[in-house]
């Protein structure tokens, strides 16, 4: 069983950081973040690969990095460049490896909330 929780979400302006981080509990092997905003399926942001590289969605390319640190068992997102459609509730998932996709991830976080203005 694995637990996932999820911290740093909050609210900035448009053209702001924020960098979200995922803790977890229990062995994991795949990790990602999603994001669902209010009236939209839930979508992938970013994933990391079975080789240690990572796999964004086309909306935050150049603008979000993700970083896992096994010791540590986190999983962080740093997004730059914010912008109001960067508004969702933003959830760490662990699976197995095979891409920004839900079929591939079993746990879930609760979700922190990101919010940007303009």
């Known amino acids: 069983q694995v637990g996932l929780m999820e911290s740093g979400g909050g609210s900035v302006l448009a053209g702001g950081s924020l960098k979200l981080f995922c803790t977890a509990s229990g062995y994991t092997y795949s990790m990602a973040w999603f994001r669902q905003a209010p009236g939209k399926e839930r979508e992938g942001v970013a994933v990391?690969?079975?080789?240690?590289?990572?796999t964004y969605a086309d909306s935050v390319k150049g603008r979000f990095r993700l970083s896992r640190d096994l010791v540590y068992k986190t999983l962080s997102l740093q997004m730059n460049s914010l912008e109001p459609d960067d508004t969702a509730m933003y959830y760490c998932?662990?699976?197995?490896?095979?891409?920004?996709?839900?079929?591939?991830?079993?746990?879930w976080g609760q979700g922190t909330q990101v919010t940007v203005s303009s």
């Open positions: 998932a662990a699976g197995t490896y095979g891409g920004l996709d839900e079929e591939y991830f079993d746990y």
């Open positions: 990391q690969n079975s080789d240690g590289s990572s």
